[in-house]
């Protein structure tokens, strides 16, 4: 059976999407499957050995020069491998209008299926035009938790039940950057996009504080020149942590996976450090937690909520928990 999955972005979603091909691969463990993901994201689902063939896509980058000559033959020749195969099953669980069209495009064998999502959770960007192109929409509850809305659209095209632990089965490539310590680390997953959700900067001063009385230093990654000033300002108070250079996506996850401590606000990157079982603690400023809290390890602390972002005091009541 050749299978598809269309989850083009963003970077957590992605990485919540994993254990549906666990899950996949479990009950049929012949199955060939493929994704197909923005362009730079295709390092990361490199990381699921269970994926067969991945299709990069460059929407975000195609839009800004649609007519083009050079987008023109680059959204033909992505034409081109989306159709090298025949699905039995084209699953589209992002609920998007373009991600359905995309899931339109792919050619299905005799018999084949396109399965995508009935109805929207609760706050998620879905948009119901979606179902157009879907020969099944699968029903999900209002409050279904990201990783298990996928792992049920599946189960329920492919007439199985979710059970288990859910499975994110990534693999990291090998690298040693040089910025790397030999030595036991914490990483402060500290910028975010939306203000909101962003916790204060004296907390993690305070929080930086404890860790260095544990002799354990923190290392402030960053993304965009507003999160570098930051992590500098962070950095200016206390006496343990380092401002990494500007880093790929790939060693940025391999930052998360070798943490012995990660804290993070809610972003891809803590999801992550949560998927590959690392200890960490997610922080929810302004975001609703049943959504995307790691809920899968003893070696994840989830704090905070919508609207009640955690204190400085329940941060270290579970470092205390978690911290090496």
């Known amino acids: 059976m050749n299978i598809l999955i269309v989850r083009v972005s963003s970077l957590g979603d992605v990485v919540h999407n994993m ?17 197909v993901v923005e362009e730079g994201y295709v ?13 990069p896509i460059a929407l975000r980058r195609w839009r800004k020069s649609l007519l083009s000559a050079a987008t023109r033959a680059e959204i033909s020749n992505f034409r081109q491998q989306l159709n090298q195969d025949a699905y039995d099953i084209v699953f589209d669980t992002q609920g998007l209008l373009k991600t359905s069209v995309v899931m339109r495009m792919a050619r299905l064998a005799p018999g084949g299926r396109r399965v995508g999502l009935a109805n929207a959770t609760e706050g998620s960007g879905y948009e119901p035009l979606s179902r157009i192109f879907h020969t099944k929409s699968v029903e999900v ?23 288990g632990v859910a499975d994110f089965n990534l693999h990291p490539p090998a690298m040693t950057p040089a910025w790397l310590p030999d030595a036991p680390y914490a990483v402060f997953f500290h910028g975010t996009a939306r203000a909101a959700k962003q916790w204060p900067n004296a907390s993690w001063v305070r929080i930086a504080a404890l860790l260095a009385e544990r002799g354990l230093p923190v290392l402030l990654p960053w ?11 962070l950095a200016s108070q206390m006496s343990n942590a380092r401002v990494l250079p500007k880093l790929p996506l790939m060693e940025a996850v391999m930052l998360a996976q070798r943490a012995a401590l990660v804290i993070g606000v809610d972003t891809g990157l803590t999801h992550i450090a949560a998927a590959f079982n690392r200890p960490t603690i997610e ?42």
């Open 19 to 35: 254990p549906m091909v666990s899950d996949i691969r479990h009950h049929y463990p012949d199955a060939n499957i493929d994704w």
């Open 43 to 55: 390092g990361l689902v490199r990381m699921n050995p269970d994926v067969r063939r991945i299709i």
């Open 141 to 163: 509850g209002l409050h279904t938790h990201a990783v298990l809305r996928a792992r049920e659209v599946a189960a329920k095209a492919l007439g199985y039940s979710v059970d």
């Open 223 to 233: 993304g965009s020149d507003a999160e570098k000033n930051t992590a500098e300002q």
């Open 283 to 324: 922080l929810y400023c302004d975001s609703p937690r049943w959504k995307t809290e790691g809920n899968w390890s003893s070696q994840i602390i989830n704090l905070g909520e919508l609207g009640a972002a955690p204190t400085v005091e329940q941060v270290a009541l579970a470092v205390s928990t978690l911290a090496p």
